[in-house]
C-alpha cells in the first residue's frame, strides 16, 4: 500500500508560480509511474504530467507544456511539480497518483491517489 500526501496548493497571480509536492510513504515509488492530475469544478479529472520513478522519463499534457516540470527527489520519496506562468484556466485542485498504467495519461490506471490540493490562479 503507498500512501500519497500533496501540499504546495495555494492562492497565485496570473503570471505566478507554485510548487507543489508529493511524498509517499508505506511503499516507495520505485518501478512505478507517478503523475498529477488536476480536476476543476464541473470537469473531468484530467492529465497533467507524469514520470517514470526508475529513468525519470517525463510526459506532459499539451496545455501544461513549456510551463510545468515534473521532477522527483529519490532519496526523499517525493514527486514534485514547478508551475509557471500559471494561468486563470489552471485552477483546479490537483491530485497526485501512483501506479502501473498502461496509458499513462487515463486517470482509471493509477493505483493510489493522494488527497488534492487546491491551486487558485486569479486574473
Known amino acids: 500500500q503507498v500512501q500519497l500526501v500533496e501540499s504546495g496548493g495555494g492562492l497565485v497571480q496570473a503570471g505566478g508560480s507554485l510548487r507543489l509536492s508529493c511524498t509517499a510513504s508505506?511503499?516507495?515509488?520505485?518501478?512505478?509511474?507517478v503523475g498529477w492530475f488536476r480536476q476543476a469544478p464541473g470537469k473531468e479529472r484530467e492529465f497533467v504530467a507524469a514520470i517514470r520513478w526508475s529513468g525519470g522519463t517525463t510526459f506532459y499534457a499539451d496545455s501544461v507544456k513549456g510551463r510545468f516540470t515534473i521532477s522527483r527527489d529519490n532519496a526523499k520519496n517525493t514527486m514534485y511539480l514547478q508551475m509557471n506562468s500559471l494561468k486563470p484556466e489552471d485552477t483546479a485542485v490537483y491530485y497526485c497518483?501512483?501506479?502501473?498504467?498502461?496509458?499513462?495519461?487515463?486517470?482509471?490506471?493509477?493505483?493510489?491517489w493522494g488527497q488534492g490540493t487546491q491551486v487558485t490562479v486569479s486574473s
Open positions: 497518483a501512483a501506479g502501473s498504467p498502461v496509458l499513462l495519461r487515463v486517470a482509471r490506471g493509477y493505483d493510489f
Open positions: 508505506g511503499r516507495t515509488f520505485s518501478s512505478r509511474t
